[in-house]
C-alpha cells in the first residue's frame, strides 16, 4: 500500500519563537492590558506603512463591529456589501441594527462588481464594506470615486489581505477602516484576533475605549489603580498579551510567508493551467497586488455539477481543500428569511458558492506537494467526467 499524503488546507505555522513568548509573558503575570499589544500595533503598523494607527482586537468581526458602532450607522442606514463573502463582513452590520445591501461579486476576482455599486445606493445608504477576496484588491479608485460622490464611509474588510498592495499601498489604508484577522488559517495567527487599522488619529482615539467597555482611560493612564469612568457605551474586544505576543512572532515571518504563498500560487496556477473548463480567481490587473490567501478553481460547463464529487475525489487523495464560501451571504438562512434571497441578482456569487474548490497554497505546502495537488486534480478531473 503506497502512502496517501496529508496536504491540509491550512496549518498555522508556530514555533519555538511563539512557544518562548507565551512561555515569556505567562512567566511575567500580566497577560492583558500590557505592552505585548503595544509592540504589535506598533509592528503591525510598519508592516502596511502609511502612518496608519493599528489597534489590536479579539477578532476581524469585533473590529468591523467597532467600525461601525463608532461611525455611528445603525437603524435605518442602509451599508452596501459583497453577497459573496464570510457571514461576518454583514453580521457587524446587521448587529448595529444597519441594512445590509447585497452586491454581486465579479468572476475574474471574486470582488464586489463595482459597476453595480452605484445602483444599489439609496438615500439610506451610508456606507460601503468591501472585501479584498482572498486577498485579491478590489478596484480601490472605483470605490473611492463613488465613495466620495455620494459622501460614503468605505470599511474595508482585510481577514484574507496582508500583505495585498493596491497601487504599492497596503490594503486597508483606503478605506476610513481596515479590519484584519489572525484566525488560526490565515496569513498570520493569534490562535484568534484581529487589528483595527485606521488613518484617523479621532478615530482610533475612540476605538480604543470602545474595545473596552467604553472606558476612559487605560490602566496606565489610572492615578489611583482602578478608579476610572464610563464617558460612553462600549465592548470588550480586547486582544490578550499571550496573544500579542504570538502576533509579534508570527509578523516577524510576515515576508517569508508571502513569498511562499506567491511561489505556491503562481507554480499552482501554472500546472493547472490548460485544463478545459476551469477558471482561477485571481487579481485582473498589475496594480493590484494579491496576497495569495488560497487558489480558488471554478469549474464551468460540464464539470460544474460535479464540484463536490472533485472535493472528496481530492480528499481522498490526501488533499486539502476548502470553499470559500460555501453560501452567498444573503442565501443563508438568517438573511433568507429576513430579506429574502433573489437568485438572479447574486448569480456569480452563486457560482462562487456553488462551483469552486479552493486550494492551499499556506506555507506547509512545499512545491512537491503543489506537483501533487495538480496532478491528483487532473486524475480526479477525468475521473469525474
Ligand atoms: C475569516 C473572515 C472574517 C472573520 O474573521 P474573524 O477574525 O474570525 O472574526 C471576516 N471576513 C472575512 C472575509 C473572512 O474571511
Not at 85 to 94: I, N, Q, R
Not at 130 to 146: A, K, Q, S, T, Y
Not at 213 to 226: N, Y
Amino acid at each position: 500500500m503506497t502512502d496517501i499524503p496529508n496536504i491540509p488546507f491550512g496549518r498555522p505555522w508556530v514555533t519555538d519563537g511563539e512557544r518562548t513568548a507565551v512561555q515569556q509573558v505567562l512567566e511575567g503575570h500580566i497577560l492583558t492590558h500590557g505592552v505585548k499589544c503595544e509592540e504589535f500595533e506598533d509592528a503591525f503598523a510598519r508592516f502596511v506603512g502609511g502612518d496608519a494607527y493599528c489597534l489590536t482586537v479579539s477578532s476581524c468581526m469585533s473590529a468591523l463591529y467597532l467600525a461601525y458602532f463608532q461611525m455611528g450607522i445603525g437603524f435605518g442606514d442602509e451599508v452596501i456589501v459583497p453577497a459573496q463573502t464570510h457571514t461576518a463582513t454583514v453580521h457587524a452590520v446587521e448587529l448595529v441594527g444597519a441594512k445590509p445591501v447585497f452586491v454581486d461579486c465579479n468572476l475574474q476576482t471574486g470582488n464586489m462588481d463595482c459597476e453595480r455599486i452605484e445602483a444599489a445606493i439609496t438615500p439610506d445608504t451610508k456606507a460601503i464594506g468591501l472585501v479584498h477576496f482572498l486577498g485579491i484588491p478590489c478596484d480601490m479608485d472605483h470605490v473611492l470615486r463613488v465613495a466620495d460622490q455620494y459622501q460614503l464611509k468605505v470599511i474595508e474588510d482585510c481577514a484574507l489581505a496582508v500583505g495585498a498592495c493596491y497601487e504599492g499601498k497596503h490594503v486597508g489604508l483606503f478605506g476610513d477602516v481596515g479590519c484584519f484577522s489572525f484566525y488560526p488559517v490565515k496569513h498570520i495567527t493569534t490562535g484568534e484576533g484581529g487589528m483595527f487599522v485606521t488613518r484617523h488619529a479621532g478615530v482610533a482615539e475612540q476605538v480604543s475605549r470602545l474595545r473596552a467597555f467604553g472606558v476612559d482611560r487605560s490602566h496606565s493612564e489610572r492615578t489611583v489603580p482602578g478608579k476610572y469612568d464610563v464617558t460612553v457605551l462600549g465592548i470588550n474586544s480586547r486582544m490578550s498579551e499571550i496573544q500579542a505576543a504570538i502576533g509579534c512572532q508570527q509578523l516577524t515571518k510576515i515576508n517569508q510567508i508571502l513569498g511562499l504563498r506567491a511561489d505556491n500560487f503562481s507554480q499552482l496556477k501554472a500546472s493547472l493551467s490548460g485544463i478545459r473548463g476551469i477558471s482561477i480567481l485571481d487579481a485582473d490587473h498589475p496594480n493590484k497586488l494579491n496576497s495569495h490567501y488560497c487558489l480558488s478553481v471554478i469549474l464551468h460547463g460540464d464539470l460544474k455539477k460535479y464540484r463536490d464529487s472533485v472535493i472528496r475525489g481530492l480528499n481522498e487523495a490526501g488533499v486539502g481543500t476548502s470553499i470559500y464560501y460555501p453560501h452567498p451571504v444573503p442565501r443563508l438562512t438568517y438573511y433568507k428569511n429576513k430579506y429574502g434571497y433573489q437568485k438572479e441578482l447574486w448569480d456569480n456569487a452563486a457560482t462562487i458558492s456553488d462551483c469552486s474548490i479552493a486550494l492551499p497554497v499556506a506555507p506547509h505546502v512545499t512545491l512537491s506537494d503543489i506537483q501533487y495537488i495538480s496532478d491528483s486534480f487532473r486524475k480526479v478531473i477525468k475521473e469525474v467526467l
